[in-house]
């Protein structure tokens, strides 16, 4: 089994266990769009929670931020699952789905660097903002390359990759925050660490994926 197959079936797992919530969501009107900017209100819930936990150094403000993070993500399937099921798909609702995304991400790795950095951890600020650049970069290039009508879907720290690893470590790190042997910031600082080599690793795996198409285009025409 390959790791797109594993995750592919973790998804449709969360789909049937969503289906009746969804489909009463829809006869009581609710619409994809609105569920998009839960998952945004709650972003931002879990960001202002980060940039407290910074004003007190609190490591179990940091857990909370994880389960909010962790709890209004799930809105990112449950809106194209939405619009899947009841068809109410269109253009701007998967341009708005897209744009708000980002802004969820920016909102809590910025949050996620300045804990870092009010706290005394530059590296681990530095390695946070490396993540935001690569986790921006990887939808980006996405986004570009289908615009010159090229598939770019490959790689390993795609979005929900990206939401999970960040949700769990903060979780952890809030969970473990009273043992003294052993430093908890690192259940936060460790995903970051790898998101950032992942993500731009996935980036660049991007580039050279669509340079590819772009040479076998350029040898066929010949």
Known sequence: MTFKEFRDGIQHGVYRIIDPAVRALIKLGVTPNMITTLGLLGNLLAAYLILRAADHASLTLLGWAGFAIIAFSIMDMVDGYMARTGHLESEFGAFYDSVLDRYCELATLSAL?????MTGHLGFALWTFLAL?????????????????KECKIGLMQRPERVVVTSLGLLLCGLCA???AFDAIWFAAAPMILIAILANGTAIARILHVRGQMDGRGKSGK
């Open 113 to 117: 660097a300045y804990y870092f950095m």
């Open 133 to 149: 650049i690569g986790s921006i970069m990887v939808s980006y290039i996405r986004a570009r390359a289908e615009g010159l009508g």
């Open 178 to 180: 009273g043992i003294k």
